[in-house]
């Protein structure tokens, strides 16, 4: 029989919200614990870590190998009075293959005389190639940089100096590129930065115990793929007929949640559709539950997801 993981965003965002009935009862009875977090827990990746950049090159290239990869995406940033925020990258700049060939154009002599060339993977996928055991900065993924000032994000030091440098002029760059008049007067968002993230070499192995992992995430893709894998768009909630996983981090309504996914796999749990559900939330908590946890009357609905619910 089936089963199913629920890959979920931080219970703190839903903090004071009140549960559906339901979903409270099901919570109260479960069995809960305290493990890794996000949609790193769906895959083994040996060595230790999650190297984006590697993998998704490997996905849109197939040259990953004997290499450094670092991510250096299209951004949007905007000046505020603080410094200037990351408000758009990669794939939600929406641009086609001339637009990336035109925008990389200028920059390819600035990383390349840096050691690291840069090519796009894909339009909204750009790369920095350097030798395996080169310092490279750890930064946060564009969902974790999105809103933030961009050089608080940005490492110290004299390695980060050098990289806020390349930042800096990559940006007098692309701001000095005629693209950016012409996409603004489409209404589009320019293209006025990059984001360096993801850095590693290819794993040795990617395993999943999840046979179907559906995600709006290019880079959960292709983990899945990497792993071996089907990797689907995520939709609505079909009841599974393989061991299949659910990223749903970028959920920001709790009823949403309940209606579309927590409520019907439920549903499917209680009528003995799939055999196990599993709820990876974004802090690390963990409830696994099981159709015979219904017989645990005893134990009160859990009230709200702030509430303590280890014992």
Known sequence: M???????????????????????????????????????????????????AAVTRQVDAGDAANALWLRADPAYVRPDINGARLLAVGEMLALDAAEADALLRPLRPLFGDSGMPIDAGRPSAWYLRLPIGAPVPTLASPDEALGADLFDLLPSGAEGRRWRALLSEAQVLLHQNPLNAERQARGLAPINSVWFWGAGTLPDRIGSEWRVVLSPDETVHAFAKAAGANALALDAWNTPTDAAAYDLRHERRLDRLGQRWLEPALADLAAGKIAALRLVWGDGHIHELRKSQSLRFWRRPLRALAERDDG
Not at 11 to 28: I, T
Not at 33 to 52: I, K, M, T
């Open 2 to 52: 089936s089963r199913a993981c629920l890959v979920l965003p931080p219970r703190s965002r839903f903090a004071g919200e009140s549960l559906p009935v339901v979903v409270a009862r099901a919570l109260g009875r479960a069995d809960a614990s305290q493990g890794q977090a996000g949609v790193e827990s769906l895959f083994d990746v040996l060595p230790r870590g999650w190297p984006a």
